[in-house]
Structure formats: structure tokens, C-alpha cells
């Protein structure tokens, strides 16, 4: 997929999936700030000017990037999913839901 349809798909909302490969500097200038444990692999929070995406590896051996329009949400998505997790190493029987932009 290219820099330009991916873009346009986070600017509609969408959840872009891509090959584990994929190299986010292909999009321009996106700066990484940090990285959190996911399920299946690191969760990996960007900066592309105002903008804010989440890179998170899924249980389809893709990633996932979601936009954000402020680091606020793009922290508090990590924080939510991170909690997710963490409730299902305790059993409680949740499913994630990898095509939302939501964690609960």
C-alpha cells in the first residue's frame, strides 16, 4: 500500500493493516516516541507533525495503525489496551476487537 492511500485511510477513521515489514519512515517524517508490550508484539506510539499513530501487532501477524488527532488519545487507546491485556492474563474472558479504535 502506499504512503499516500495509507494516509488517506487513517484520515477516514479506518484501521490500516500492514505487513510487519512495512517501514512507517516511508510515510514522511514520523518521529517514534515510545514503545509499550502488546498480546502479540510491541505496541509503538508515532508522531507525524499534530498527528499521533499507533502501530500494534495483531493476532493476524499484521500491524495496525491507528490515528490519532492528539498524543491524549493516542495514550489513553495504549493505556485502555494495556488494561485489556492485563484482564485477560487474570481470566476474566474478554475479546479484543483489533479492527476498532476503541480498547476497553
Same mark, same amino acid.
Given at each position: 500500500?502506499? *504512503?499516500t492511500? #495509507? &494516509?488517506?485511510?487513517? +484520515?477516514?477513521?479506518?484501521? #490500516?493493516?500492514?505487513?510487519?515489514?512495512?517501514?512507517?519512515?516511508d510515510?514522511?517524517?514520523?518521529?517514534?516516541?515510545?514503545?509499550?508490550?502488546?498480546?502479540?508484539?510491541?505496541?509503538?506510539?508515532? +508522531?507525524?507533525?499534530?498527528? &499521533?499513530?499507533?502501530?500494534?501487532?495483531?493476532?493476524?501477524? #499484521?500491524?495496525?495503525?491507528?490515528?490519532?488527532?492528539?498524543?491524549?488519545? *493516542?495514550?489513553?487507546?495504549?493505556?485502555a489496551?494495556? *488494561?485489556?491485556?492485563?484482564?485477560? &492474563?487474570?481470566?476474566?474472558?474478554?475479546?479484543?476487537?483489533?479492527?476498532?479504535?476503541? *480498547?476497553?
Amino acid at each position: 500500500m502506499k *504512503a499516500t492511500a #495509507v &494516509w488517506d485511510a487513517l +484520515r477516514r477513521g479506518e484501521v #490500516v493493516e500492514l505487513p510487519p515489514d512495512t517501514l512507517l519512515a516511508d510515510m514522511g517524517d514520523v518521529e517514534e516516541i515510545s514503545r509499550f508490550d502488546g498480546m502479540y508484539g510491541e505496541m509503538v506510539l508515532f +508522531r507525524f507533525g499534530s498527528e &499521533w499513530i499507533v502501530r500494534e501487532a495483531s493476532d493476524r501477524r #499484521v500491524h495496525l495503525l491507528r490515528l490519532f488527532p492528539d498524543r491524549e488519545g *493516542a495514550r489513553t487507546f495504549i493505556d485502555a489496551r494495556i *488494561a485489556q491485556i492485563e484482564r485477560m &492474563w487474570d481470566g476474566c474472558g474478554i475479546e479484543i476487537d483489533y479492527g476498532s479504535h476503541e *480498547a476497553k
